[in-house]
């Protein structure tokens, strides 16, 4: 009932990030200590802030599920001691094993802590599309981890997952029925979404955004992203969502802060481009309404002129 209660004042009142807020679990490589959602369900929020020292990297949500007959992990963080570190806050709460780990996508926050879960005999799933990008960029991000996080990077050794899947991976354990999908194309390849029908509750990874401002790399395609969100995402209508990075919220408020953000950037890109401007003015169209978000001042730019990039030639 406490689980109940403290999910539905997080869906009544907005709860902000800050990326200012340098580590909230000091004793832990753990940037935040995980917290029941809804019952059965945690997560515990990373830093809404690039990767640092003192979040150790920890800068997206690892999530896990209490199924009654063991436990799913919903990504196994940015190294080794962090997917360690969320097993021991697993054991604290339940004797039940991890049977599970799900790759929300191919970045390095949600797959270098691999190696951790395979040494412990848990099988790792990922989309195919995901598992080929980590395959291609698994060495930047080692040294990327090793760059930032110095010693807590120790102990891990990029993995790859050890299963794949295409559109849909259903599983049924204990109590829960979960469904591990691939909407469509969003922020990255193969991104993935684990879907709790019985829960109403999608922990959704970097397909939602609400308190930092997405990321929009070279490739992403903007009009494919928002066709995802208007079609399959829309049509599953989830009550709870797990965003990739921030506090867990509700459908609308991820749309605002995501498929209304991509709608905006898009129309000024565009509005820009009639007017014949070109990519140096790009960088400067107007994002004022979006300048509060965690991440503004590192990605707003970058990402107006990725989309320029994308929009030029449509």
């Known amino acids: 009932m406490r689980a109940a209660l403290a999910a539905l004042a997080l869906l009544a009142v907005p709860a902000f990030a800050s990326e200012d807020i340098p580590d909230q679990y000091p004793q832990s490589v753990l940037y935040s200590k995980p917290v029941e959602f809804i019952p059965h369900v945690f997560t515990a929020i990373g830093a809404t802030a690039p990767p640092t020292y003192e979040n150790a990297g ?14 799913v992990v919903v990504n196994s963080g940015a190294s080794y001691l962090l997917a360690k570190a969320l097993h021991d806050e697993i054991k604290a709460v339940t ?3 991890v049977k599970l780990v799900i790759n929300e996508n191919g970045q390095g926050h949600a797959m270098l802590g691999n190696n951790y879960w395979i040494a412990q005999g848990v099988p790792v799933l990922a989309h195919v599309d995901a598992a080929e990008e980590f395959a291609d960029s698994a060495g930047q991000s080692m040294a990327a981890l090793k ?6 990077a120790e102990g891990t050794d990029p993995m790859g997952p050890t299963e794949t899947f295409t559109d849909k991976h259903e599983i049924t354990m204990g109590d829960f029925r979960i469904e591990v999908l691939h909407l469509g194309p969003s922020h990255s390849p193969g991104d993935t979404q684990v879907w709790l029908p019985d ?25 494919c992203w928002i066709e995802t969100w ?37 129309g ?17 169209v107007d994002q004022s309404p979006y300048a509060h978000l965690d991440t503004f001042e590192e990605l707003a730019t970058k990402n107006a002129g990725t989309v320029f990039a994308e929009m030029e030639f449509e």
Request: with cysteine; net charge negative; charged share 15%.
């Open 58 to 71: 920890h800068n997206n949500n690892l999530s896990f599920i209490v199924t009654g007959d063991g436990v």
């Open 95 to 97: 004797e039940q094993p």
């Open 147 to 152: 760059s930032y996080a110095r010693e807590n």
């Open 199 to 223: 829960q109403g509750l999608m922990i959704a990874g970097d397909i939602a955004f609400h308190e930092r401002m997405p990321p929009i790399f070279e490739g992403t395609c903007t009009s």
């Open 230 to 266: 208007e079609g399959p995402l829309t049509a599953l209508s989830p009550t709870y969502i797990i965003p990739g990075h921030g506090h867990p919220t509700n459908l609308a408020q991820v749309a605002r802060y995501t498929h209304d953000y991509l709608v905006y950037l898009r």
């Open 268 to 284: 000024m890109i565009g509005a820009h481009l009639d007017a014949g401007g070109d990519l140096a003015g790009a960088y400067y």
